[in-house]
């Protein structure tokens, strides 16, 4: 596992921080946007009078689009340069946003939605491939916190579309409105990103080694967010339903979640600088472990509240590790690494909620929620430590 490339040494500091204060900021408004698509579904929902099964449908769309464009967006980043594609990929968003609202139909939303989908993940992976570039010229660890930007975003984007709703402004007008902002960042960001680093040729033996790293790192990211997908979809039915909360706590439990994952990715960078990235990762899977073990053991809302953000904790910094990790392999572009194991992620983001609801629906939800304790388990006890030699070691101390 190759450290930070030399010629990082190099960038002037005050490069370095302004691509920083950029990428956060893509990261920021990729997150408040996407949550404006979330704050619009009840809407489209009822515009166009969809059953529960049809808004499925749409759901899958974005998702379906994401996976999709995965292996096409990760060559186009790596050709383009992460810098220029973040810029691209902004704009692209930008306009697919304005056009699911736009849409005068359900069987135009639907293609409309798979765009919006591809978009996203053409967003993602290029800020990704970014933060990578950002963080290998460091001497500190950052992308923790740029996904913890992007958490803020989310919760800003859906806290600024409820006040939208609130005024009764018309949808599309705020979906205009945070297209015009992340187009804005977008362009104003570009200048001051960083150019990729060269990506030195490896042996034919490093290639089958850098295959073998994103098979193991795609395996764990899907784990992963098996669990972090069935956070957002289950916490809610299992506070009404099994923890038997009052009717003004059931959203708590989403809540709880959320804002372990915000706190972890936070902290997340001080800790991979200090442990490195493989005890953060061991220690992190038995955090989730111990929080849906608690809520399991206790089926009491207090209880289940604490556990849930444990969980939040420990999924935290899961996939900015898996992203590191893969954007430092040997004979790889970064973007191109980086949208293998995102689309794993991806998804196990999609089939989580539908494997514990299948697991429900046979026996209990406690017993689905159990598959999630399990995946955790497992990545704690040997997935981290197989993926040891791929992960970052500990930062030295520096800016």
Not at 344 to 371: E, M, T
Request: hydrophobic content about 60%.
């Amino acid at each position: 596992m190759s450290g930070s490339p030399a010629s990082a040494a190099a960038l002037p500091a005050g490069q370095v921080a302004r691509a920083t204060r950029g990428t956060m900021a893509l990261f920021f408004v990729n997150g408040a946007t996407f949550a404006t698509w979330g704050v619009h579904i009840p809407t489209i929902k009822a515009r166009f009078g969809l059953s529960d099964a049809m808004l499925s449908l749409a759901m899958l769309a974005v998702a379906g689009g994401a996976i999709m464009a995965m292996g096409p967006v990760g060559r186009w980043v790596a050709r383009a340069g992460s810098a220029r594609a973040s810029m691209a990929g902004g704009l692209l968003f930008a306009l697919a946003t304005v056009a699911i609202l736009a849409m005068p139909s359900f069987w135009l939303l639907l293609p409309a939605l798979l765009a919006f989908g591809m978009a996203n993940a053409a967003f993602d992976v290029a800020m990704n491939a970014q933060a990578a570039t950002v963080e290998a010229s460091r001497a500190r660890p950052v992308m923790s916190s740029l996904h913890g930007m992007f958490s803020l975003g989310g919760m800003a984007g859906a806290g600024f579309g409820g006040l939208m709703l609130a005024l009764d402004v018309p949808p599309l007008a705020h979906a205009a409105l945070m297209a015009g902002v992340t187009a804005a960042v977008a362009l104003a960001t570009l200048p001051g990103l960083l150019a990729d680093h060269p990506v030195p040729p490896s042996a034919p033996h490093h290639c089958d080694h850098a295959v073998r790293a994103l098979w193991l790192l795609g395996l764990l990211a899907f784990l992963g967010l098996i669990g972090e997908g069935a956070m957002y979809d289950w916490t809610s039915v299992y506070m009404r339903d099994v923890a038997r909360a009052p009717d003004g706590w059931v959203s708590l439990g989403y809540a709880a979640f959320s804002g372990g994952m915000a706190c972890g990715r936070f902290g997340g960078d001080r800790l991979r600088a200090r442990l490195g990235d493989s005890a953060t990762l061991t220690g992190s899977a038995w955090l989730g472990f111990a929080g849906i073990a608690l809520a399991l053991a206790v089926p009491l809302p207090l209880a289940a509240l604490a556990g849930f953000a444990l969980m939040g904790l420990g999924a935290a910094n899961m996939v900015p590790i898996f992203f590191v990790a893969a954007s430092r392999l040997p004979g790889v572009a970064p973007a191109e690494a980086i949208a293998r194991v995102a689309r794993f992620a991806y998804v196990g983001l999609l089939l989580g909620p539908v494997l514990i609801g299948g697991v429900a629906h046979l026996a209990s939800l406690r017993a689905g929620l159990a598959l999630v304790a399990l995946t955790m388990g497992w990545i704690a006890l040997a997935g981290a430590r197989s993926a040891r030699c791929y992960l970052p070691p500990r930062a030295p101390s520096g800016r």
